[in-house]
C-alpha cells in the first residue's frame, strides 16, 4: 500500500536554546558508565569494562 507525501513543515516543533536535555543525556551517559564499569569488574567482563570507560570518557569531554 502506498501513503500520500505531504508537506511536514506544520508539524515541527521548536526547540528551545537550552542544553538541559544534553547535560541530562550525558550525566546519565556517565552514571551508566560508571555501573558498567563496577559491573564489568564484578564480572570479569572486559567488554563491559570499555564501554563504561568510553561512556565516562566522552562525558568528560562534553563537560570539559
Known sequence: ???KIEDASGILI???NSDS???VA???GSVIGLICIYLGWKGSQLWLKVWGV???LTSLVYFL
Do not use: E, K, Q
Open 1 to 3: 500500500m502506498r501513503y
Open 26 to 28: 550525558v550525566t546519565l
Open 54 to 56: 568510553g561512556l565516562v
Open 21 to 23: 536535555a544534553m547535560i
Open 14 to 16: 521548536p526547540v528551545s
